[in-house]
């Protein structure tokens, strides 16, 4: 029976994302976190999630021209370095329970942080718009991919929203088209890179990742179709407040 409530849980987080674009991680490890997994399953088992549901995004914007591959090997170079130093620097613990604490207080920053983003992305792009060319740009991209790298592996949270956030703000004539697929085709090697480092770590549910990807990928696509119907501008500010209350919960009780 508790298959099937992970099956409805990545059905429903699958159809928000399709309408929202708002990450999966964000939304599903605190639902995990709701159903009693602890953090480390719930982290770990999200980022495969996350990387296993959004590859077929990837190829997809690529084949259309959406994916700006200089910025993409760009911030990988910081990400997927970082990601092994962190996944690393975990395995020096003991038990998983002796940094539990470390993650679940980099969970709520990453949440409330994620929120702030999703309400104020519009302000903060024009307060912060750096408009810088590509080539000047490749060391600050490196930068903020190994500080993306170390939270994502961390918490599962930040890929999307943040990734998005970052290239919205280094790039502003950037087309939406195109940030969304660069970060994309960020997103879905880190998330992966950082979940087969929590494999290693013992932190992936395997019976919940089947049941969340059943869930999910239909209606990822679902959701995809719907989402030009439904009023986003209600749905981002909704689930940001969500968001935020979990994330203030994790970080400070």
């Not at 992936?204 to 030009?228: E, N």
């Amino acid at each position: 029976m508790d298959f099937i409530w992970y099956v409805f849980a990545g059905a429903a987080v699958g159809l928000a994302v399709g309408i929202t674009g708002v990450g999966g991680g964000s939304l599903m490890t605190p639902l995990l976190l709701m159903f009693g997994f602890p953090p480390h399953i719930a982290i770990g088992t999200d980022l495969m999630y996350a990387g296993l549901a959004k590859s077929t995004g990837v190829v997809m914007h690529a084949k259309r021209g959406n994916v700006n591959w200089k910025i993409v090997f760009a911030m990988a170079a910081g990400s997927i370095p970082a990601s092994f130093i962190t996944v690393w620097a975990l395995s020096r613990f003991e038990k998983p329970d002796h940094y539990q604490e470390i993650l679940t207080s980099t969970l709520g920053a990453m949440l409330v942080l994620t929120a702030i983003v999703i309400l104020f992305r519009a302000k903060l792009t024009k307060t912060f718009n750096f408009n810088m060319a590509e080539s000047k740009s490749t060391k600050i991209v490196f930068i903020c991919g190994f500080i993306l790298g170390v939270l994502v592996t961390l918490t599962s949270v930040g890929a999307g929203a943040l990734g998005t956030a970052i290239m919205m703000m280094l790039f502003p004539a950037m087309r939406a088209k195109n940030i969304v697929g660069t970060d994309l085709a960020h997103a879905v090697p880190l998330t992966l890179v950082a979940g087969t480092g929590h494999i290693f770590l013992g932190n992936v549910d395997y019976t919940l990742l089947g049941a969340l990807l059943i869930g999910s990928i239909p209606t990822i696509y679902i959701g995809t179709r719907i989402a030009s119907h439904v009023p986003n501008h209600v749905l981002q500010p909704l689930l940001a407040s969500a968001l935020l209350s979990f994330g203030v919960k994790y970080l400070f009780f």
